[in-house]
């Protein structure tokens, strides 16, 4: 079976044409065979497509499609790997009620799994879907296949290499010298030059003049191609895997034609794809950014990608997965705020790079995040810095196909003094697999090289062995006569110009790019020789020489072509990587050959260097290095690294950041102390490249200079000058210096000493007795900078007007006034006296020495603990001490169904701590208990009581709920139900309330619900956030404390339960009529869940800018600010979601009041009758709805009546004139707003001349006035939208009266009730109140009287 690319013309009929159409479902592919399609008829086309299934093995598999197309096309089925003709397996059939094509496969199997393609086809086309169908395996089946399948690969892997070489042998000896594979022309097109090396070392392409030359002209012709059709054309972006699954590329691009076609092809097949993100393949467009993306990533994935936009080729891509996974996964890390983190994890295979992930968003290397791997690029390092709260979740790490994730958690700073500030930049580093990573990838380094020695001596044997067989299969003759072997000896060019240091050929001949080659650690590496263009490229290298083989030589025509395996001599290990220094440190590159029987050469900028006393060359073994002492300006370039004819190639960057003296840092960082108003200066010295930017920071807010603060800047100093400083202005002192190197920041503080601000109350009142009275205070907030030597205080009686000096304390805020007379109230005034000066006075409220104040009560007493013969309680002191202190409490208890309290402790000994153990209890018997406070006046009112208490020993803690569930679900809410635990005596005991707890998906903490306990077996969560994932569970609880809590099986998310859209109002208008330059509005309420996508069209296509489209919680509103006649047409909502889709249609008619006809003319060609003509009104060619109404008037009744309406043609035959009398007809155009001003005819009137009577009698002659039926007015060809009214006429006349009879397609319709059938006076007439699809066809009209049979007949077409 020949398979033709998609890229190529199907193969078609002669006389056929293959025409590229588009449809409008999403993945269908149509070719027209004909350049015109004749009227009322089509292509195929699928109104509902198949979608991909996946099946368990054993289950029913059904493809379901329903296609439209006239004639009816033919259904066909098929799959790529395979037939369908097994009818026990695949059954094709057909639904005529639902108008489905079915694909069944019963009992389905994993043979089954296969892309599936279903064709619909008829004489003017075909259109084409395919569809995958996957199945899941059951039981040990997979395990066993999967064995079995290991077992063939480990048969087969000698074949597959002699194949894999063999197939390269044959495709270069099919190739013509010079050509290359067209592959490799895409690839470079497409490419950034520094790709060049490495695509033409792969394709063997040595030529790089030719190659540059031969791209630049496919350059100027696929730009010519694409000039057709495309503006612009950049950011080309290669297809990277970006989250786990999910592979992407990008560019940005302008179209000529916004409807231009664009076509993805893989490996040369067209590939379908979507605009949805649930598709294999899709396509995003954000402005003029382009994203492919390739989800459900597999092996089958690689390959050449290509965007072809009309058949012109316009990005092309490589995908290749690599086959590598993670030895060590990353751990979770866990890191102080300002502290960095570090992710790391080891591959089994080198990979230059892996992408990283934080949050679920890409990560690139900046300021906050460094991503570093190591030299054998086997360890991988993502360091998060400056680890702050906003930084904590999870972070992945994504390598081919693998990936692996891990939390983040950022915990506050433990150090107290640092609460509430912003803390300084932390050092150290948290996470990091140190030395056991190292370890782990050394392991592996050495198993891959040992692995890659093995596989090169395999193929060694390999090509051994078919050269001895191609040998033995030599005629003896063949060999003897042949002129072939010595041909190689006479090659010319390679002996005519010996270079004295051998290069590969695969080697560039440019130094643009460095290279650091390392070996590959594939399945099925592609072994290429790398043999000198000199002399000794005749013998293979001294490390194959062997007594018992004698050098083979060959001659090389066209790529590079392996013919034998031979050491790839001296190569990279490791290359050099860029080094980024410090003006006046050390640094140092390196790099590792494959030997140590081999020098180098360093370079720097093109320049050999040797040693110097800045300079040195080591050279240990295979490692060669270039240490530079002191760095200096002059050190920054690009040094090389050449030996053997490779090169390798690195940046050292010298930079100068910004740097203080330590010396003057440490002077620097010292306090400045100074008093209010006085000045203070603030000066660094420091160096560095510039320019420099310098900050200067007030307690982390920046300073800008006014009156009070003067900032000095040079290039090696700044000054900081703050003039008359106050209180406020204490703080931390910080200097910032900025550069293009870095940042360093010096940091001082600044204390600004003035008096204190006053004591503070609340004044606590210790005793208030006839004696004394004692009370303290709070001291100043503020101390000024000096600490409080003393307080001042004064005391006035009160009643009096002066106030009594008792002079200094000690800096305690505490006083005891003995000097006090009983009953006499007092109050005082106390001042802090510091160094700096005296704080402003703080007055205490009135305190009365000796009247009793007893204290209020405690708080209710807690259970703290309950056995069966103690009960622990525990509680509060009162608020109100009654100015006293508390000097003890005395408890009461009473049992329930008592009046009677009885104290527990003894009255002479109060409680004096505010927890007691009540052990004069009874087993069983159910307490409660109450407090009072005793102070210096007495004992003062009880607490209220506690709750009821049962002595007893403790209950055992519940077990877990069952059947936890969800019932319902919106947006914002969760309602849960569950079945309360079960009882076991001794184990768990009954559950009194119920917990429940939430834990948004990104967060490790449970939080609750409820704070009291529930009584009942269900509840509702509010506030969540719409489509958000919750983890929720359920906690059990009693007097013996809290079960083991329930999970719900799996996360929930915050949204309704699916509802497939629907529409709610089923009174919908499907017709409007809009007078012009009003709006137009159409509302639409549905119901969906989850939040629907609304689409609306006009006549299919998207609807103009100009109409606004409004969506809400289930209603969408279409409005057309100022309507316009183009703005008719039939406007169709799709509301969709995951669970179905609903359409529905409204006809939008704007118009106007129409304009009037044109003149009326009156024409008399029957006696007794008037044919009444008229010009077409202006807008009859605009309005299709548009028809006419005749009124006549005349002189006898002088009344206007309507005489005939909905008349779409422009005359009409009047009857029964009457002679005698005078007629006047109007004529009215007549649309869907209106009338429009009337056309009047002139005045018509038939005078009867008066004679002489005369009489002549003439012989009487019989009159005869029969006359077969003949058609004097023809009916006329009709084209009416669906749903609209038709009215059909014409006109007969014959004697007798003709019997006259409508057929629609030879069908009579005189009987049909759906027809409104009229005949007066030959007027035939035909009314159709909604014409359908089913009203298609041919009206005839048939009139039949004793002489004979006439009949007229035209097509009506109904628009759909």
Not at 589 to 607: H, R
Not at 709 to 738: T, Y
Not at 881 to 907: A, C, D, F, H
């Amino acid at each position: 079976m020949k398979f033709t690319k998609s890229k190529e013309k199907e193969p078609t009929a002669p006389g056929q044409v293959a025409i590229k159409k588009r449809s409008k479902v999403p993945g269908v592919m149509i070719t027209q065979f004909v350049e015109k399609i004749p009227a009322e008829k089509s292509h195929p086309d699928f109104s509902r497509k198949p979608i991909a299934l996946t099946v368990q093995e054993g289950k029913l598999a059904v493809f379901k499609a329903i296609v439209t197309g006239d004639p009816t096309p033919n259904v066909t089925w098929a799959r790529n790997n395979g037939d369908v003709s097994d009818p026990e397996r695949y059954v094709a059939s057909y639904d005529p009620v639902l108008g489905e094509h079915q694909l069944q496969m019963p009992n389905v199997g994993v043979d089954q799994a296969d892309t599936y393609k279903c064709y619909a086809s008829n004489e003017y086309g075909r259109a084409l879907v395919t569809v995958t169908l996957n199945v899941i395996e059951v039981g040990f089946k997979k395990s066993k296949a999967m064995q079995e399948a290991r077992l063939e690969q480990r048969e087969k892997a000698a074949a597959d290499l002699k194949r894999t070489l063999r197939t390269r042998v044959e495709q270069n000896e099919e190739r013509k010298d010079g050509e290359v594979d067209e592959k490799f022309w895409e690839l470079l097109l497409s490419a950034d030059k520094k790709e060049y090396e490495r695509i033409c070392a792969e394709y063997g392409v040595t030529d790089f003049r030719w190659m540059l030359k031969k791209l630049n002209e496919k350059k100027k012709e696929i730009e010519e191609q694409q000039s057709q059709y495309i503006e612009h054309l950049s950011n080309l972006r290669h297809i990277e895997i970006k989250t786990p699954g999910c592979a992407e590329f990008e560019f940005e691009m302008d179209l000529k034609d916004p409807n231009a076609r664009i076509f993805l092809f893989k490996d040369g097949v067209m590939v379908p794809f979507n605009i949805d993100t649930d598709e294999k393949h899709s396509l995003r467009q954000v402005g003029r950014k382009f994203i492919f993306s390739i989800y459900g990533l597999n092996a089958e994935d690689a390959g050449l990608y290509q965007v072809d936009i009309e058949g012109v080729n316009v990005f092309s891509t490589d995908f290749k997965i690599p086959v590598v996974d993670f030895l060590v996964k990353i751990q979770e890390v866990k890191a102080v705020e300002r502290e960095d983190a570090v992710f790391e994890c080891v591959l089994s295979a080198p990979l230059p790079k892996i992408s990283w992930l934080g949050k679920n968003v890409a990560l690139e290397q900046g300021e906050k995040y460094d991503i570093s791997v190591s030299e054998d690029m086997l360890i991988h390092r993502l360091v998060v810095k400056d680890c702050m709260q906003v930084d904590k979740g999870i972070y992945a790490a994504v390598a081919g196909m693998k990936s692996c994730n891990s939390w983040l958690i950022v915990e506050a700073d433990p150090d107290p003094n640092q609460r509430g500030k912003k803390a300084a930049r932390k050092t150290t580093q948290a996470g990091g697999g140190g030395a056991d990573l190292i370890k782990i990838a050394a392991e592996q380094q050495e198993k891959l090289q040992k692995e890659h020695k093995e596989r090169m001596e395999q193929l060694k044997q390999i090509q051994a062995e078919e050269a001895a067989v191609k040998e033995e299969e030599k005629p003896a003759e063949e060999i003897t006569a042949a002129p072939e072997p010595p041909k190689p000896k006479t090659t010319p060019k390679p002996k005519a110009k010996p270079k004295p240091k051998p290069k590969p050929k695969q080697e560039p001949k440019t130094d643009s790019e460095a290279i650091a080659e390392e070996p590959e650690a594939e399945p099925e590496p592609e072994v290429e020789e790398e043999q000198p263009e000199s002399e000794e490229a005749a013998s293979p290298p001294p490390e194959e020489e062997t007594p018992s083989e004698e050098p083979r030589k060959r001659v090389r025509t066209g790529p590079l072509v392996p013919d034998n395996i031979i050491d790839p001599g001296v190569h990279f290990t490791s290359g050099l990587s860029d080094v980024h220094a410090i003006i006046g440190q050390s640094a140092e590159m390196m790099c590792k050959l494959s030997s140590e029987m081999c020098d180098g050469i360093w370079c720097k900028d093109g320049k050999e260097i040797t040693s110097t006393d800045d300079l040195k060359i080591v050279k240990e073994g295979t490692v060669h290095k270039l240490i530079v002492s002191n760095c200096t300006e002059d050190h920054d370039g690009k040094y090389r690294f050449e030996a053997d004819g490779r090169k390798t190639e690195a940046m050292l960057v010298v930079e100068d950041p910004p740097r203080m003296n330590q010396d003057d840092l440490a002077k620097f960082s010292e306090p400045v102390l100074i008093k209010v108003g006085q000045k203070a200066t603030f000066k660094m010295d420091f160096v560095g490249r510039e320019p420099i930017k310098v900050q200067w920071y007030n307690e982390g807010e920046e300073m800008l200079e006014d009156n009070h603060i003067k900032i000095e800047k040079s290039g090696s100093h700044s000054c900081l000058l703050l003039v008359k400083c106050q209180r406020k202005d204490s703080g931390e002192i910080k200097l910032k210096l900025k550069n293009e190197f870095g940042t360093i920041e010096a940091l001082s503080r600044l204390i600004v000493l003035d008096k204190p601000s006053n004591p503070m109350g609340p004044v606590e009142v210790l005793e208030a007795s006839a004696s004394c009275v004692e009370f303290k205070w709070r001291p100043p907030k503020d101390d000024g900078g000096s600490p409080i030597k003393n307080y001042y205080i004064e005391r006035n009686q009160i009643g009096r007007n002066t106030w009594a000096k008792i002079g200094n304390i000690p800096g305690e805020p505490h006083y005891k006034d003995t000097d006090v007379d009983h009953g006499r109230r007092y109050c005082y005034r106390i001042r802090a006296v510091t160094a700096e000066g005296t704080s402003d006075v703080f007055e205490t409220n009135d305190i009365q020495a000796g009247t009793k104040a007893y204290p209020g009560p405690p708080s209710t007493p807690k259970v703290v603990s309950a056995i069966k013969n103690c009960i622990t309680l525990a509680w509060s002191p009162p608020t109100n001490t009654g100015g006293t202190n508390i000097v003890g409490y005395n408890m009461e208890k009473r049992k329930r169904g008592s009046n009677l309290w009885g104290q527990v402790n003894p009255p002479e000994e109060p409680i004096k701590g505010k927890q007691y153990d009540v052990k004069d209890v009874v087993e069983g018997m159910e307490y409660e208990f109450r407090v009072s406070a005793i102070n210096f006046s007495g004992a003062g009112e009880p607490s209220t009581p506690s709750e009821f208490v049962i002595a007893r020993d403790p209950k055992k803690p519940p077990g877990k709920v069952t059947d936890l569930k969800v019932t319902d679900s919106t947006n914002t809410s969760l309602s849960l139900s569950w079945t309360k635990p079960k009882e076991e005596e001794g184990v768990q005991d009954e559950a009194k309330g119920y917990f429940v707890e939430l834990r948004p998906a990104e967060n490790t903490e449970w939080g609750r619900c409820n704070s009291n306990p529930l009584i009942s077996t269900s509840y509702t969560i509010l506030g969540l956030k719409s489509m958000a994932m919750y983890w929720v569970r359920v906690v059990a609880t009693n007097e013996g404390g809290d079960g083991e809590p329930r999970d719900l099986d799996n996360y929930i998310i915050a949204m309704p339960p699916p509802v497939r859209p629907n529409f709610t109002n089923r009174k919908m208008k499907s017709f409007m009529v809009m007078r012009a330059e009003n709006s137009a509005r159409v509302n639409i309420n549905f119901e969906a869940s989850p939040v629907p996508t609304i689409i609306w069209l006009k006549d299919g296509m998207p609807v103009s800018k100009r109409v606004t489209v409004s969506n809400t919680d289930g209603m969408s509103q279409l409005l057309i600010p100022s309507a316009e006649r183009s703005d008719s047409g039939i406007y169709t909502i799709t509301v969709k979601n995951i669970v179905g889709q609903e359409t529905f249609s409204v006809e939008i008619r704007v118009t106007d009041d129409p304009k009037p006809p044109g003149p009326v003319e009156l024409e008399e060609n029957v006696p007794g009758t008037l044919t009444v003509s008229w010009e077409p009104s202006p807008d009859e060619k605009r309005d299709n709805h548009l028809h006419y109404m005749v009124m006549k008037r005349d002189s006898i009744k002088r009344t206007w009546h309507t005489v005939a309406d909905r008349l779409f043609n422009n005359n009409y035959t009047a009857v029964n004139i009457m002679p005698g009398r005078e007629y006047n007809f109007r004529v009215y155009a007549k649309n869907d707003i209106g009338l429009s001003e009337p056309s009047e005819s002139l005045t018509w009137g038939v005078i009867r001349k008066k004679e002489k009577f005369s009489l002549n009698l003439a012989p009487s002659k019989p009159c005869n006035f029969d006359s077969a039926p003949i058609f004097t007015v023809l009916l006329k060809t009709h084209t009416m939208p669906e749903k609209y009214e038709c009215f059909m006429s014409c006109a007969v006349k014959g004697y007798p009266t003709p019997h006259v009879t409508w057929y629609h397609n030879n069908v009579s319709l005189n009987t049909d009730t759906n027809y409104y059938i009229t005949n007066t006076c030959g007027v035939c007439s035909m009314l159709i109140l909604r014409v359908g699809a089913k009203d298609n066809g041919e009206y005839r009209v048939v009139a039949e009287n004793s002489l004979g049979r006439a009949e007229c007949s035209a097509q009506l077409t109904i628009l759909e």
